[in-house]
């Protein structure tokens, strides 16, 4: 049902590399959302962005940086990967208006 | 600020057992409710929503009540199916000023056996 994508699925990198998570929606929707999930499962918003240009921090306080430059393409940096990022993240949109969120596969982040 | 508590778990059921999920939420305004479900490996599902009080949300044999003056929004299915294994979140949204932000409880995972 969801047309949201995260690429890579899976990651393992070593400690100080700098990393780019992709996430793409073909929905146009202008509301997209980064969480990131701890191994209890708990799930935190990180960033979130309202259209184009607009980005904002979330809940939880991220090392990591967004940019919405285009509506569809929501990525996530990590200009220097630590074992502490070491999670899984999620990647959601939505529409003005909608109270439902999409959400993508997830990446899971595995930093050595 | 808003938040939502809900059972933790891990919780293993025996198919065709009867489930409750516990959830409550403290929120300033009028949130919307809602029930996410994670399934291994995979993002999250919206499963079902409820928008104000007394509205009962419905899919997949699942269930959950809004309830305004015990702040709660039970999940419930009859009979569970080994399928429904998975990782349950309950959620609000308050709206507030047209934000969409979802708070989520903590999860539940589900194990559902033969």
Redesign the interface.
Known sequence: ??D?Y?TPRYLVIGTGKKITLECSQTMGHD?M?WYQQDP????H?IH?SYGVNSTEK?DLSSESTVSRIRTEHFPLTLESARPSHTSQY?C?S?D??????Y????TRLTVT | GDSVTQMEGPVTLSEEAFLTINCTYTATGYPSLFWYVQYPGEGLQLLLKATKADDKGSNKGFEATYRKETTSFHLEKGSVQVSDSAVYFCALSDGQGGSEKLVFGKGMKLTVNP
């Open positions: 049902e969801a949201i995260q509301k959302y209890g499962m708990e799930l918003l979130y979330g999620l959601a939505s003005w208006g909608a109270l439902k969120q959400f993508g596969p997830g």
